[in-house]
Nanobody
Framework: QVQLVESGGGLVQPGGSLRLSCAASGRTFSTYTMGWFRQAPGKEREFVALIWNGRTYYTDSVKGRFTISRDNAKNTVYLQMNSLKPEDTAVYYC???????????????WGQGTQVTVSS
């Protein structure tokens, strides 16, 4: 069982930065694929980034702007978001999966979500 708690969301102007954190419980955190997803109002939940076996993967719209990382000693995964755009506005969710996947169907554990709003 893994419990996930996100933090770090908020209101930021276009071009600004935020860092999201996701603290996980459980002694097997390091074995999980950790992903970030987001859901904007009226839209489906979409894949943003994941980190698996030391490798990182991103959806095209955030490449070069977002960076996912993890600290297994702290049981924490991060999402550094730079050059934020209004279209990045969404609720961001941290999730854990037992295998590599970009599909939210394959993620077993989810955080409660944190709101990110990009607006002037």
């Amino acid at each position: 069982q893994v419990q996930l708690v996100e933090s770090g969301g908020g209101l930021v102007q276009p071009g600004g930065s935020l860092r999201l954190s996701c603290a996980a419980s459980g002694r097997t955190f390091s074995t999980y694929t950790m992903g970030w997803f987001r859901q904007a109002p009226g839209k489906e939940r979409e894949f943003v980034a994941l980190i698996w076996n030391g490798r990182t993967y991103y959806t095209d719209s955030v490449k070069g702007r977002f960076t996912i990382s993890r600290d297994n000693a702290k049981n924490t995964v991060y999402l550094q978001m730079n050059s934020l755009k209004p279209e990045d506005t969404a609720v961001y969710y941290c999730a854990a999966a037992r295998a590599f996947s970009r599909s939210y169907f394959d993620y077993d554990y989810w955080g409660q979500g944190t709101q990110v709003t990009v607006s002037s």
